[in-house]
């Protein structure tokens, strides 16, 4: 259950300066974002007249300028860190917090912190970059971070040594679950020093799998180039008696990008993702669909999702391990799949030709399309107007189609993911005609 | 203001027949979509609450699959058409609606009419199209529409005339406005004789100019190839002294594409749209500006929307024309803004290279993205479900992220334009550094 | 060395009939191909002089339409088979030969053979398809083949019969090196039973290692491809500390594609092809070239061809397996390498991060490039010319920018390699500033 | 007739430095270019034989690295200069010119002038750029020209103050046929002044109308560039009723894009340049042909170079005018089609729709393509290797495959063409189906 105490926002104080923005912009010319700006949690009919009780529903605070702002632009010091893998629009993120800093509030001083967390513990030695709009202005075309990244959390408390060295009051945290949770901490720190410094993130997630982010940065173009890989998996499959292409797909917990991109390409007979469970072996199984399906059809294309189907290539005897961000290392179920419907085939005597292509580092690799673009844009702007009001420890995410503050512990309570039983896995159902079960 | 009656959906009568779709798919697999499930109209909290009057607040119906059907599909005999301009995505559109009839719910006949509404009408000659799954399934992979296309409506009872003579009971029409107030007379006259057949709408425009849809299909896609050309109007701006590129996109009335495209591009300096008044001449006009930019900087990048300014370049006493589907022939804005700046620099004795670009019909014709690729897909889908329920004179939409039932009065009732005191212009202004206004 | 005896080509007879080109074109349209057109084989001043004995120069046949043709093309039964591995074009060669055949020259019957050679041997069962103008329309908008392709060669004597079963009198053969030889087999099979049935060529390697093709049909939009994936290394290089992006590319015995992509790419710091021997450890070997890289620049990209530093990991105890076309199965050196690079830095305490690209498949699966899409037009066009002509056992060449009659023998005696000591290796040490040997 | 003494390339004295060139690469490891190396000028065996009199037939210098070279690299100071319109490739030239003066010879200045030859006139007041491999390190990922450029010459004695006043002595030139002749004066006015400046060009003509440029840099980016319009085009034409996609291309006296972009994107079905003489009016004319082909066809696609049918839309009453290049200003072509095939089926009552795409600009500033990418770098790296070795009034040219040296009064002597006897026309005419003439 979430309650209204769940969606606030914290902030380091009342906003006591005019905003520059407003200034620039005049009292009318645009629509300030007030008190009473809020987004429902649940827009559904049902959902507000069962809370006819007079009780406020819980509800987003709205992002966008404020007429008011809490710090005083000039003496803003702001900081920039990027964490995690690569993702499409990592750089137009940063372009887009530097640029409005520096144009629409004329923030002084911006900091870019080198590969991750690293860049904010002293020892490891990587000097941070100074960012104007001159340096970020053509960073956009290229995919990655200018920042570089790494994965994993540091030290909080080496963290806020290096934050009151540079006398940094404004942090802008660019990454994932791991990323927030990090934050965090680093809030904890900071508080525990009872120093006025914000924290602000922008989601990065290309498994579109954090809560309260009807989309994240970077889906689309995952996606769009996922399609061009899958159209070169259904060529060769095409190309061969019997050709089977397999692609496997970012998504570790949530299988997003794949359903999206079998839906956007139309040549995938089969989507396997970690929230519906399928059978390997049986009637009911894959092998045997497959079988059925070359029988037929002489060819098929296969997307897996990486978490997908982990319950067949893992053994209870041999605990998994984690990674440097704490995420839990997956078998490569891609391989797998190719050398079990292999030996499938051959067991059963029957000529196939499978292609394996798994395209991760060039998809996550991309420069951001338009509307990615547009869209980093806009979660950048709104992440310099929260954090000039003085909110911290929270993220923008976007609910019902708008911006909207989200408090960091909102955002990592629970994963985002595809439910079975709604309307995205039954469009990919109906869209490649597989069956729920393989039966 | 909306009321409940509003957003009321008219059908042919109860679902009489269990819907294969469920059928196939299992009680519990996926949530049907119930009476209940509407989506606020408003969902700002401030909205409920004012309307704690215990009055229901006005909702949309759901789109979706419901567990019993209006139609027995076996006895459906569907129809398509599209008119109006070409916008990506409409192929898309066409292949969904036939696959998921043919594929879902096993309509037997489906029909696709050539030429937009003349198709209807016997006196035209247009023969239609068989459609089934074999005929519609590569033809996403091309831009513009395998049914043709045509501008304005027809005489409504000439086109129940050849409903009625092919035994067509479900009709989907994709269009836009002037496409949907033709529906609304075919309507008219299929109740005056007192016959059952359904007119569910697909709504198009490439402008995203329809109320009650978040984003239009092709929408995308249109902007996205809109970007490439503003690359190329740059590269021209910048390879010469005081080098001005001017490019007119689409937008007859509402500026999305001209503010999107610049949004992405992170290459435009000023961006005039029919929303936003924007002097010519004087201090605070356009050329002015362009004058200091130019001397500041050197090149200036310019996207006008072909409906952005038309008050400067109509008279009064020159009524305007209007084309076949009844829109106002708009004058050129375009030329009549590169005659107007080459004119002024050389009466200010500045040498100046203005390039002009009118990309408008290679725009039309691209394929659709991924993203619309998804998106008319589900759009397609959610079409097929609604009208298999018994729906009539109403269309899919898209409200706060959900795909929704709009009465077709409803989607026509105004439009859809850029509100130059909210985020969307912000966020250009900030983004392009253009003043409010030019002074 | 060559003689002109080498570069004669083989017809099936004298040249009987008008030609239905020249009869649709007029005499004087176009230039016809005489007996005097040739190209010579080394066009340096050098090599004329040298050869000033009096002696003709070898010299190749032109390609191109004759004014007379050997067969009655209303009597001429055509066949097409492709082999071997994906490549880009080849959906484009089909549609030129069969367009060509039928509108050119009126041909009535054109048959498409199944899945390679397999599709000329009965009892793999796979029915010819028949081919028209209508049928291949659209094909060269996706990649791959129509037909289907598979490896190696098949029984000759086999493969007649189908020949005679069908009446085919001209095959053509779409293929490489080892297709080739296979259709050299075949000639020879024909000749026995003195049948007359002509086989012409069309070359087709993605690795462009075939003799006097210049270029070889494919070849620009492989390495077009490339380019994108090794952008994607970059950025994934660029985005950590010591990040290396290493990426593995076609070229079994010959690094024309990894040295082509590299120069189109600008973003390559070393590329190794099979024609330059490298050492691996050591001070001259890679890995302490790659560490002095990392220490100056902080990221390295890498750019392998398959057959590149097979010595480093084979021994000589295992002897080489070869394929179903004959070809030696090289080891995986793009594995190799991602392991002994990682172990080295491991070894070294030195955090480096490696990122491994494979992208064969889909590098293979691409559709063709405007340009090649040209290129591919010209080949099957004067496939047919040569065809009608009476020529056999000819492929279509290009040598010095015009297209050539080469005789199969000529093509399959060596393969074309990346010189060490000439232009392209140059501009590529150049392009990377990588060391003619790593010290 | 060319003469062995056309071909001959004027030099500034003997080369009397050893190359830092083959001093890095070492004697053996490239074989560097010597005297006899030259390519022939004719290599059909016909040719030679006819010139078997023992006289040495013409022949062009091969391009490439020299063992010696005349400027001492230390004391070059070179100067870059981009003229005339854009096309795709010049920031690859720039970019290869600086990178091999630089990293391959070390040379230590190198200025850009900009906006072509008025950069190096003092009173325009333009101060040339310095130059550098870091400030070109990514220029190729755009279109146009960091340089900046402009249209027609200056006086050449004003420039040489400039190449004096700055000590250059090593200029080279990029541009097309006008900026040779302005190259050639003002290697006339450096000869008057007894100077050792050495003037090299890279030819620029996205027409590829230059003679001894097998294919001009750029030329196959413009066209692929031209496909994508031309497939909207047809997008448009085959939505509507007797739909015509009429597009303008590039080719004022040369048809070579028209030709290339309509064999590549196999949609075009006339196909109009100006080699070739086509009627208008009457039975045997455009309008004729293209009302039969909307009868058996429903629609079609005209691609019309801009300097075709000039006799159309001309009158000898009013004289053509020039630009600043010296061009004579073209009517414009696509207009008054465009025009004239909308009064003719008006005129006849058939209600046609004409879509009309002029992409000039558009197609002028992509990126070069990665086979152009390639093909640039190979341009100015011989370039660079010509002007170190001394060579003047010349440009690297491309013969039969080979780089070569061209003289630039055999440059300008006469414009390539399409020939419409020979091959290129003949494909065309086979694609299109379009008759020899409109009868």
């Not at 809370?51 to 709205?62: H, T, V, Y």
């Not at 970059?129 to 053509?138: A, F, G, I, N, T």
């Not at 996922?226 to 089977?244: F, L």
Request: proline share 5%.
């Amino acid at each position: 259950m979430v309650t209204p105490a769940d969606l606030a926002i914290k902030d380091l104080g009342p906003c006591r300066h005019p905003s520059p923005v407003a200034e620039k912009l005049g009292e009318k010319a645009t629509v300030y974002v007030g008190e009473a700006d809020k987004v429902l949690f649940d827009d559904r009919l049902s959902a507000v007249l069962a809370d006819a009780s007079g009780a406020r529903p819980p509800a987003f605070e709205l992002a966008g300028p404020r007429n008011r702002v809490f710090w005083d632009p000039k003496e803003v010091r702001a900081g920039i860190v990027t964490c995690g893998g690569l993702c499409p629009g990592v750089n137009n993120v940063i372009r887009g917090l530097v640029l409005t800093m520096a144009q629409s509030y004329g923030v002084p001083e911006i900091f870019g912190f080198r590969y991750g967390y690293e860049g904010l513990v002293a020892r490891f030695g990587h000097a941070p970059m100074r960012l104007d709009p001159r340096s970020v202005e053509e960073i956009h075309r290229m995919g990655g971070t200018v920042l570089g990244t790494s994965r994993g959390n540091q030290d909080p408390h080496q963290m806020v040594d290096t934050l009151e060295a540079l006398g940094i009051n404004v942090l802008f945290v660019v990454g994932g679950d791991g990323t927030i949770r990090g934050a965090m901490s680093l809030v904890r720190a900071i508080e525990e020093r009872r120093l006025s410094i914000g924290v602000v993130g922008v989601p990065k997630t290309i498994d579109n799998d954090i809560k309260f982010i009807d989309r994240s940065f970077g889906f689309e173009s995952a996606f769009a180039a996922a399609v061009d890989v899958i159209r070169s998996a259904h060529v060769e499959a095409s190309g061969a008696k019997n050709g089977i292409g397999l692609v496997k797909l970012m998504g570790r917990h949530s299988g997003f990008i794949a359903c999206a991109a079998a839906l956007a390409s139309a040549d995938v007979d089969v989507v396997l993702i970690p929230e519906v469970h399928a059978e390997l072996d049986g009637p009911c199984g894959l092998l045997a669909h497959l079988e059925r399906r070359l029988a037929r059809h002489g060819n098929a294309v296969i997307v897996v999702a990486e978490g997908a189907m982990q319950e067949h290539c893992t053994s209870s005897a041999e605990p998994m391990a984690t990674d440097l961000s704490g995420n839990l290392k997956l078998k490569d179920i891609g391989l797998f799949l190719r050398d079990r419907i292999n030996a499938h085939f051959r067991a059963r005597g029957v000529e196939a030709t499978l292609k394996y292509l798994d395209p991760s580092y060039h998809i996550r690799s991309v420069p951001a399309s338009p509307s990615d673009s547009v869209y980093c844009w806009n979660m950048a702007r709104n992440a310099v107007h929260a954090a000039m009001a003085g909110n911290t420890e929270m993220l923008i995410g976007r609910w019902h189609g708008r911006f909207v503050h989200v408090p960091m512990p909102m955002a990592v309570r629970m994963r985002k993911q595809v439910d079975p039983t709604d309307d995205l896995w039954m469009a990919v159902v109906e869209a490649t005609g597989q069956p729920l079960s393989f039966c």
